[in-house]
């Protein structure tokens, strides 16, 4: 009996290690087909992720809003190989300042200057274009009559600029200066959280107009006194624009007028300028239902100048 005990206890001793040592053979297999995978991660996965930088966009948005409403777009500059740099413009935001409230668009544009320094001395080698929606299209245009801008800016985009915005009662442009003077943070009507119809897709309204950074109320008296004011400065100075540029305009927008971008076509000196006035199209181009055929010409122009 103590043998037969003994042949029990060595066979499962015996069990026992060969247990532990296919174990321990299951562990490295799997260790290596870790490896394995990390390998194919890290050769065949990892140079898509980190693909090179082609060019650097700079994007301002429109009035009212802010530049994280541009995420989707900025994405798809992403994925054709450009790095972008949002600007909030004073008083939208996460700026500083009354809500919707600008004192002076040159700040926004003497903003902007810097900004571009700041971006370009981060990327030396790459070039750099500029993006502006309505007001922001034309802040734009207005930093790059300056000739040092236009050294460091390789090309802008702009999508249904102030340049000229629709015709109001012609007693509001003789009273604005007075009132932005008297009464400059005045609103003439209560907010409307509806707001203005600047798209044709109705969630992208809903969006736009439930965004807590989106302001809803009435324009402010000052801030609508600067818009005239660079709009009536641009109209000026269409001439001097010489820097490479595409234009895109709704025709039926109902906010800036696309008589405007079509003055500036042809009034720019810019060797390379192009236009689109896109039919039936109201403000928000990138909001519309055709954003993404609207986002992949915007894409091809700058990849075209590269």
């Known amino acids: 009996m103590a ?14 290690a060969s247990g532990r040592i296919n174990a321990l053979l299951s562990l490295r297999v799997l260790r290596s087909l870790w490896r394995l995978v990390g390998a194919f991660f890290l050769f065949f996965l990892l140079p898509f992720r980190g693909r090179p930088r082609r060019g650097v966009v700079v994007l301002l948005h429109g009035l009212n809003e802010h530049s994280g409403r541009y995420n989707d777009f900025a994405k798809k500059l992403n994925a054709n190989g450009f790095k972008v740099y949002g600007l909030d413009w004073i008083g939208h935001g996460g700026s500083d300042g009354l809500h919707a409230y600008v004192h002076s668009l040159d700040y926004a544009v003497s903003d902007l200057k810097l900004f571009l320094d700041k971006v370009v001395a981060e990327n030396p080698a790459l070039p750099c274009f500029c993006f502006g929606h309505s007001t922001g299209g034309a802040i734009v245009l207005k930093a790059n009559l300056d000739p040092k801008v ?20 012609p007693i509001i442009a003789v009273l604005a200066p007075v009132f932005s003077l008297l009464l400059p ?10 707001g203005t119809v600047v798209s044709r897709d109705p969630q992208a309204l809903v969006a736009k107009y439930s965004d807590p950074l989106v302001f809803t109320g009435s324009i402010r008296v000052r801030t609508g006194y600067e818009i005239l004011r660079i709009t009536t400065y641009l109209q000026q100075n269409l001439s001097r624009v010489n820097v490479p540029f595409f234009v895109l305009h709704g025709t039926d927008d109902s906010v800036t007028d696309p008589g405007g971008s079509r003055r500036l076509y042809e009034e720019a000196s810019s060797a390379d300028k192009t236009i689109e006035l896109c039919r039936g199209l109201l403000h928000d181009l990138l909001f519309e239902p055709e954003k993404e055929e609207v986002g992949d010409k915007i894409v091809a122009w700058f990849k075209d100048r590269l």
């Open 3 to 16: 043998n037969r005990a003994d042949d029990m206890a060595t066979l499962m001793l015996t069990s026992g």
């Open 150 to 169: 236009q050294q460091r800016v390789a090309g802008i985009v702009l999508t249904s600029p102030a340049v000229a915005v629709q015709p109001s009662h």
């Open 185 to 194: 943070r005045f609103q003439f009507r209560a907010a409307n959280k509806e």
